[in-house]
């Protein structure tokens, strides 16, 4: 008596298309970048670590470039928000604060900073359909 052995792999249709990939890649990145704290003190966590800076900038590096190349559409129409984020972000409190204080602090500050405002370019990219795509992977 023989079991059967159903379709061989090469039959079987492809589970993971690449849209379904890009689904899955976009929702643990925009995860990451939503709640990059959780996601590290999870992986510090579990590796033992004290938590490491490279490795910190270096994840929200990804998730932010992950984003913003995965959502990368040519129809962008600059808002007023668009704006009002490049005069209040950068041109009042940066610049402003940086002339009245110097610059008082240490290369990762600012690198983290140009991270952190790198963010919103990334996410203003992300459409509707994006977020209905990648859902599955937030509930997850």
Do not use: H
Request: glycine share 8%; net charge positive; charged share 10%.
């Amino acid at each position: 008596m023989s079991l059967p052995l159903g379709k061989p792999a090469s039959a079987m249709p492809n589970v993971m298309s690449s849209n379904v990939l890009r689904q899955v890649v976009f929702g643990a990145a925009f995860a990451i970048l939503i709640a990059p704290n959780s996601v590290l003190v999870l992986g510090f966590g579990m590796t033992g670590s004290p938590g490491n800076s490279l490795v910190t900038g270096a994840v929200l590096m990804l998730a932010t470039i992950a984003v913003g190349l995965l959502c990368f559409r040519r129809d962008i129409v600059l808002l007023p928000a668009d704006y009002l984020f490049l005069a209040l972000a950068l041109v009042l409190c940066i610049a402003s604060s940086s002339v009245i204080n110097g610059w008082t602090t240490n290369a990762k500050e600012y690198q983290l900073l140009a991270l952190s405002l790198a963010a919103y370019p990334a996410c203003r990219l992300i459409s509707g359909a994006d977020m209905l795509a990648g859902r599955f992977s937030l509930l997850g």
